[in-house]
């Protein structure tokens, strides 16, 4: 008798187990399935729809000419996700989720800021931040991720901000190769010293030559400033 309620009261404890387990397995199809849907409604946004959203916080909040500018110095694109070919992490998906629960309203028109290769373009190949319209010209920050973002890829791509930026570059690259030729490979005269005419004739040769270069790199390689390319969907 007691061996039966022994095995009677073993077995009602592992159905009760078991029951939980695919309870918990339930949920957790659920919670995937949510995700899936919310992926896929990032993945397939192409519009700029406007979310009527209450009760956002104001630092997370950005204007578009905000954004602009941020593109500009980092060289970056904003563009709707649907362009977006790069990961979504589970935590922007939560985010997503977090401010759709929060907010009583399924999320549209959804934009990415990240660096041109992270898009498909169409004619090519970071920190992505993720960013829905919550107003006019006005951008709900939802989530951000990587660590593409430094000070350092503002000093590179400095250069490529606009045309002046690339001349006074071109200038000041051209003034150092001047300067840092020994006199003896400019001139042949033994008493001639660092300054003179020789100096100021191969600083200006060095500019015409640096220049040049430039120019085909630049039609080659770039093809427009980051003012002009931070909300194109084209590569060059």
Known sequence: MDLREDRERLERIMLGQEALVNEVRTWLEEEDALDAV?????RSSTDDRMNDLRGLSPARIFGRHAIHDLCVRYRLRFLP?????GDLPGQAIAAVRA???GSGHVLRGFHILAPARRFRLCDADGDPLLFVRVGHDRYYLIHRWGSDLSPWRAVVHWPFRTPLHLGVTVVIAALIIAAAIP?????????????GAHRLLFAFWSTVVVTAFTVQAWFAFFGRFSREAWNSRTFN
Not at 38 to 42: D, K, Q, Y
Not at 81 to 85: G, H, M, N
């Open 99 to 101: 401010l759709e629960a």
């Open 183 to 195: 006199t003896g490979w400019i001139t042949r005269d033994p008493m001639a010293g660092w300054w």
């Open 81 to 85: 996700s649907a362009l977006y070919k």
């Open 38 to 42: 919310v992926e896929a409604s990032i």
